[in-house]
Protein backbone atom coordinates (compact mmCIF):
# COMPACT_ATOMS: atom_id res chain seq x y z
CA UNK A 1 0.00 0.00 0.00
CA UNK A 2 1.10 3.50 -0.84
CA UNK A 3 2.44 5.60 1.94
CA UNK A 4 0.78 8.96 1.87
CA UNK A 5 2.49 11.42 -0.68
CA UNK A 6 2.53 14.34 1.99
CA UNK A 7 0.29 16.20 4.45
CA UNK A 8 -2.31 18.25 3.40
CA UNK A 9 -2.84 19.34 6.81
CA UNK A 10 -0.70 23.12 6.78
CA UNK A 11 -1.76 23.58 3.17
CA UNK A 12 -5.73 23.22 4.43
CA UNK A 13 -5.24 25.02 7.37
CA UNK A 14 -3.44 28.12 5.15
CA UNK A 15 -6.82 27.69 3.06
CA UNK A 16 -9.25 27.67 5.93
CA UNK A 17 -6.77 30.82 7.36
CA UNK A 18 -7.61 33.01 4.22
CA UNK A 19 -11.28 31.78 4.06
CA UNK A 20 -11.50 33.39 7.10
CA UNK A 21 -10.21 36.63 6.08
CA UNK A 22 -12.43 37.14 3.66
CA UNK A 23 -14.93 39.97 4.13
CA UNK A 24 -18.66 39.66 3.03
CA UNK A 25 -17.94 42.93 1.02
CA UNK A 26 -15.22 41.18 -1.25
CA UNK A 27 -17.79 38.09 -2.51
CA UNK A 28 -18.53 39.79 -5.21
CA UNK A 29 -14.95 41.15 -5.96
CA UNK A 30 -13.15 39.19 -9.50
CA UNK A 31 -10.46 36.81 -9.16
CA UNK A 32 -7.44 35.20 -11.32
CA UNK A 33 -10.56 32.84 -12.35
CA UNK A 34 -11.87 33.86 -15.17
CA UNK A 35 -15.73 34.47 -14.53
CA UNK A 36 -15.39 33.18 -10.97
CA UNK A 37 -16.24 36.23 -8.19
CA UNK A 38 -14.56 35.01 -4.68
CA UNK A 39 -17.51 33.66 -3.66
CA UNK A 40 -18.07 31.61 -6.96
CA UNK A 41 -13.89 30.27 -6.04
CA UNK A 42 -14.75 30.30 -2.07
CA UNK A 43 -17.90 27.63 -3.34
CA UNK A 44 -14.92 25.96 -5.68
CA UNK A 45 -13.05 25.35 -2.72
CA UNK A 46 -15.82 24.12 -0.63
CA UNK A 47 -16.88 21.92 -3.67
CA UNK A 48 -14.04 20.42 -4.47
CA UNK A 49 -12.78 19.77 -0.69
CA UNK A 50 -15.87 17.80 -0.63
CA UNK A 51 -15.02 15.90 -3.73
CA UNK A 52 -11.82 15.06 -3.03
CA UNK A 53 -12.40 14.34 0.74
CA UNK A 54 -14.92 11.25 -0.70
CA UNK A 55 -12.37 10.21 -3.53
CA UNK A 56 -9.66 9.53 -0.64
CA UNK A 57 -12.56 7.59 0.68
CA UNK A 58 -13.01 5.79 -2.04
CA UNK A 59 -17.04 7.13 -1.60
CA UNK A 60 -17.85 7.52 -5.17
CA UNK A 61 -20.82 8.98 -5.88
CA UNK A 62 -22.73 12.48 -6.90
CA UNK A 63 -19.59 14.25 -5.40
CA UNK A 64 -16.84 12.42 -6.99
CA UNK A 65 -18.71 12.36 -10.63
CA UNK A 66 -19.70 16.10 -11.39
CA UNK A 67 -17.50 17.93 -13.72
CA UNK A 68 -15.99 20.59 -12.30
CA UNK A 69 -17.23 22.96 -14.97
CA UNK A 70 -20.65 21.48 -15.00
CA UNK A 71 -22.22 24.82 -13.05
CA UNK A 72 -21.48 28.07 -11.48
CA UNK A 73 -20.13 27.00 -7.85
CA UNK A 74 -21.26 29.50 -4.89
CA UNK A 75 -21.75 29.40 -1.26
CA UNK A 76 -24.52 29.02 1.08
CA UNK A 77 -25.43 31.16 4.33
CA UNK A 78 -23.07 28.18 6.48
CA UNK A 79 -19.89 28.52 4.07
CA UNK A 80 -17.92 29.92 7.21
CA UNK A 81 -18.60 27.41 8.97
CA UNK A 82 -18.68 24.75 6.69
CA UNK A 83 -15.44 25.24 4.53
CA UNK A 84 -13.19 24.80 7.51
CA UNK A 85 -14.27 21.10 8.66
CA UNK A 86 -14.71 19.95 5.69
CA UNK A 87 -10.84 20.85 5.01
CA UNK A 88 -9.74 19.20 7.99
CA UNK A 89 -11.95 16.17 6.78
CA UNK A 90 -10.00 16.16 3.45
CA UNK A 91 -6.50 16.68 4.95
CA UNK A 92 -7.34 14.15 7.99
CA UNK A 93 -8.70 11.48 4.63
CA UNK A 94 -5.65 11.92 2.83
CA UNK A 95 -3.73 11.23 5.81
CA UNK A 96 -4.29 7.43 5.58
CA UNK A 97 -2.46 5.00 3.20
CA UNK A 98 -5.46 4.09 1.70
CA UNK A 99 -6.32 7.31 0.17
CA UNK A 100 -3.38 7.45 -1.71
CA UNK A 101 -3.70 3.52 -2.87
CA UNK A 102 -5.40 1.57 -6.02
CA UNK A 103 -8.23 3.88 -8.24
CA UNK A 104 -10.28 6.43 -7.40
CA UNK A 105 -12.89 9.20 -9.24
CA UNK A 106 -12.95 13.00 -9.08
CA UNK A 107 -14.05 15.64 -11.11
CA UNK A 108 -16.23 12.95 -13.45
CA UNK A 109 -12.75 11.08 -14.23
CA UNK A 110 -10.85 8.00 -13.21
CA UNK A 111 -7.49 8.31 -11.26
CA UNK A 112 -5.14 6.57 -9.79
CA UNK A 113 -5.21 7.49 -5.79
CA UNK A 114 -1.90 9.30 -5.84
CA UNK A 115 -2.35 11.58 -8.94
CA UNK A 116 -5.99 12.19 -7.13
CA UNK A 117 -4.10 13.34 -4.18
CA UNK A 118 -1.30 15.52 -5.84
CA UNK A 119 -4.63 16.95 -8.05
CA UNK A 120 -5.52 18.06 -4.97
CA UNK A 121 -2.68 19.87 -3.10
CA UNK A 122 -2.42 21.47 -6.38
CA UNK A 123 -6.07 22.51 -6.45
CA UNK A 124 -5.44 24.10 -2.38
CA UNK A 125 -2.15 25.56 -3.52
CA UNK A 126 -2.73 28.02 -6.40
CA UNK A 127 -6.29 28.49 -5.23
CA UNK A 128 -5.38 29.85 -1.98
CA UNK A 129 -3.27 32.02 -4.20
CA UNK A 130 -6.19 32.93 -6.43
CA UNK A 131 -7.96 33.83 -2.74
CA UNK A 132 -5.17 35.58 -1.66
CA UNK A 133 -4.48 38.17 -4.36
CA UNK A 134 -8.21 38.76 -4.75
CA UNK A 135 -8.86 40.09 -1.24
CA UNK A 136 -5.24 41.40 -0.65
CA UNK A 137 -4.12 39.31 1.85
CA UNK A 138 -0.28 37.87 2.65
CA UNK A 139 0.11 34.36 1.09
CA UNK A 140 2.57 31.67 1.87
CA UNK A 141 1.88 27.84 0.77
CA UNK A 142 3.24 25.09 2.48
CA UNK A 143 6.68 24.46 1.18
CA UNK A 144 6.02 21.01 0.94
CA UNK A 145 3.01 21.39 -0.69
CA UNK A 146 4.48 23.98 -2.75
CA UNK A 147 6.85 21.65 -4.15
CA UNK A 148 4.57 19.08 -4.98
CA UNK A 149 2.34 21.72 -6.92
CA UNK A 150 5.66 23.07 -8.69
CA UNK A 151 6.30 19.44 -10.02
CA UNK A 152 2.57 18.60 -10.69
CA UNK A 153 2.41 21.06 -13.18
CA UNK A 154 5.59 21.19 -14.72
CA UNK A 155 5.23 18.12 -15.34
CA UNK A 156 1.18 18.72 -16.82
CA UNK A 157 2.87 21.65 -19.42
CA UNK A 158 5.93 18.97 -20.55
CA UNK A 159 2.51 16.93 -21.55
CA UNK A 160 1.16 20.06 -22.98
CA UNK A 161 3.43 21.41 -24.34
CA UNK A 162 2.61 24.51 -22.20
CA UNK A 163 -0.04 24.85 -24.54
CA UNK A 164 -2.42 24.44 -21.46
CA UNK A 165 -5.33 21.43 -21.61
CA UNK A 166 -9.04 21.41 -20.16
CA UNK A 167 -7.97 22.13 -16.51
CA UNK A 168 -4.79 24.58 -17.17
CA UNK A 169 -4.74 27.32 -19.37
CA UNK A 170 -1.39 28.39 -21.51
CA UNK A 171 1.95 28.64 -19.43
CA UNK A 172 2.52 32.03 -18.80
CA UNK A 173 6.25 32.45 -18.54
CA UNK A 174 7.85 33.63 -15.63
CA UNK A 175 11.61 33.76 -15.10
CA UNK A 176 13.58 31.21 -14.03
CA UNK A 177 15.02 32.76 -11.19
CA UNK A 178 11.38 33.65 -9.89
CA UNK A 179 10.00 32.68 -6.14
CA UNK A 180 8.30 29.09 -6.48
CA UNK A 181 5.41 29.97 -6.09
CA UNK A 182 5.21 32.60 -8.81
CA UNK A 183 6.06 30.20 -11.33
CA UNK A 184 3.79 27.62 -10.02
CA UNK A 185 1.30 30.66 -10.44
CA UNK A 186 2.64 31.04 -14.17
CA UNK A 187 2.73 26.88 -15.26
CA UNK A 188 -1.45 27.13 -14.11
CA UNK A 189 -2.13 29.48 -16.58
CA UNK A 190 -2.01 32.40 -14.21
CA UNK A 191 -0.33 35.47 -14.39
CA UNK A 192 1.87 36.12 -11.39
CA UNK A 193 1.50 40.10 -11.30
CA UNK A 194 -2.24 40.17 -11.41
CA UNK A 195 -4.09 42.50 -9.44
CA UNK A 196 -7.80 42.92 -8.82
Known amino acids: MAEPTLDLGPQTRIVARLAAGVRD ?20 LLG ?12 LGV ?5 PD ?29 AWDGMTRAGNVDLPG ?5 VAVDELVIHAWDLARATAQPYEPDPAALQATHAFLTASAEESGGRGNE ?7 VPDDAPLL ?6 SGRDPHWKP
Not at 25 to 44: F, K, N, S, Y
Not at 48 to 59: E, H, T, Y
Not at 167 to 173: A, C, E, K, N
Request: charged share 25%; proline share 11%.
Open 48 to 59: LSIAFRDAGRKD
Open 114 to 118: EIAGL
Open 182 to 187: DRAVGL
Open 25 to 44: DQLGEPTPCPDLAVRHLLGH
Open 70 to 98: SSTPDIGPGWREELPVVLEELAETWRSPA
Open 167 to 173: IFGPVVP
Open 63 to 67: TTDTA
